[in-house]
């Protein structure tokens, strides 16, 4: 750093001298003295800058190694305050401690001449192998540790609609988008998956093709590299040559993580069928009753997956903006669900669970317009709760009346994310997200 520090200096002094010189000459020879302080300043600052363009190639190379990066999560702050107390003994025991390690006196080094060395050696490497085993648990206190087996994270979009659903090591995105909040990936969805120590995302799926529900993705797909997506799921309709999509899946085909091997072409990308079954663990399962309406000559809110989360006994439906003119559809597939279980179900057989008797929290549809939600809907479903995602003040007079009375017709219990912010859900029930 010393030649960066220099050259600096030289190219500062060569400036003052220019302008000196030019002072005392009045400018005569200005077009002389300019060209040849252009060569002299490019000879004057040359060393630094390529010292510092190695460091910036090396730099970039080390980053691609083998955990060069980890993302520990956000550290409780007792770990954080312990962390620099080991920290601060061990600096002061590195620091002061050769008299009071037990290392051998000079005269006894003396008289001792090949033993000794060796026990010294021996002695010095167990040191220093102890340091960084102590340094590295010190360390690792601070990774966030998620004990917490199964819950869904509904995130505070404003006008949007994202879902993160958590089951022990295994994390689903279900939409990632914002009309009110552009910058919800880098802003919100980014740092909360961070804030949980999330570098792999199992599926990230997309219910259809509007902003306030993809722009997230396609920040986390696009900017972000430390985020290895393992499947991008997109709705049937994006089989047939849909423009709305390809853009995002080129980018997830082309991108390149940092936290893999071999970069291009190992993401998956899935079109959802009726019945697919998404996941399954133990009794956890992630199913698609209705791939959306996948002819084309519609809207792309008629476009929306229907997605049923299952958990023992509870139950969560994801209805991306699903309008009434789509409930049709959707029932007749919910109903033979019920019946008949996922077509792609490993087994082969449904397992009957008190979750299909009714659904425990619904993600009400497209943000609880008026065009969604209808009588027939909520009666065929039967919600415990229904959770609203929407911006608050919007524009768009989301939640409609309409879809406020018929909720409240049925006792269902709402939820929004314009109230409470972020929501945790879980078995107990629906909470304000710490």
């Known amino acids: ?21 030019l002072t005392i000459t009045g400018y005569w020879h200005m077009i002389f003295i300019r060209k040849l302080s252009d060569i002299l300043a490019s000879i004057c600052i040359a060393p630094g800058h390529f010292i510092l363009r190695a460091y910036d ?29 080991i920290l601060a003994v061990m600096i ?23 033993w000794p060395d060796r026990y010294l050696n021996i002695s010095l490497f167990l040191k220093i192998l102890i340091f960084n085993i102590i340094f590295i648990l010190n360390a690792d206190m601070l990774k966030f540790r998620d004990n917490e087996r199964f819950y869904v994270t509904v995130l505070d979009a404003g006008q949007g609609d994202s879902m993160v659903i958590k089951y022990k090591e295994h994390y689903i995105l279900v939409d990632g988008g914002s009309n009110s909040n552009k910058k919800f990936g880098e802003r919100v969805l980014y740092p909360y998956l961070l804030s949980k120590g999330v570098t792999k995302i ?16 396609k920040y986390i797909i696009s900017e972000r590299k430390d985020i290895n997506i393992a499947k991008l799921v997109f709705p049937k309709a994006a089989a047939f040559e849909n423009e709305s999509y390809r853009e995002l899946e080129d980018l997830y085909k082309n991108r390149s993580d940092t936290n893999k091997s071999d970069n291009k072409g190992k993401g998956e990308v899935i079109y959802l069928e009726d019945g697919m079954m998404l996941m399954k663990q133990d009794e956890m399962s992630l199913s698609c009753i209705y791939a959306g309406n996948a002819s084309g000559y519609t809207d792309a809110n008629n476009e929306s997956d229907v997605l049923l989360l299952k958990n023992a006994n509870f139950s969560m439906l994801f ?17 033979n669900y019920k019946k008949n279980g996922s077509s792609f179900d490993n087994d082969g057989e449904k397992a009957y669970s008190k979750a299909d008797e009714g659904i ?17 809907f909520l009666d065929e479903v039967s919600p415990e709760s229904a959770v609203l995602s929407y911006g608050k003040n ?18 269902i219990i709402m939820v929004s994310t314009s109230e409470c912010g972020a929501l945790h859900i879980n078995e107990k029930g629906i909470f304000a997200a710490k």
């Not at 199992?202 to 993705?217: F, K, L, Y």
Request: net charge neutral.
């Open 319 to 335: 209805t991306g903006d699903m309008p009434t003119e789509e409930d049709e559809a959707f029932l007749s597939r919910y109903q």
């Open 1 to 21: 750093m010393t030649a960066v520090v220099y050259s600096g200096l030289a190219t500062l002094v060569l400036g003052l001298a220019i302008k000196f010189t």
């Open 394 to 411: 919007n524009r768009y007079g989301h939640p409609s009346k309409e879809v406020v009375n018929r909720l409240e017709d049925r006792d």
């Open 57 to 85: 190639l090396m730099c970039n190379a080390v980053l691609k190694l083998p955990y060069a990066q980890v993302c520990i999560g956000r550290p409780k702050p007792f770990n954080i305050l312990l962390y620099y107390i």
């Open 202 to 217: 199992d599926a990230a799926v997309i219910s259809h093709s509007d902003s306030d529900h993809t722009n997230g993705i």
């Open 92 to 114: 002061n025991y590195a620091a002061n401690g050769k008299n009071s390690t037990g290392a051998m006196p000079s005269a006894y080094i003396k008289e001792k001449t090949v």
């Open 360 to 376: 425990t929290v619904l993600k009400a549809a497209h943000h609880g317009s008026k065009t969604s939600s209808s009588d027939r």
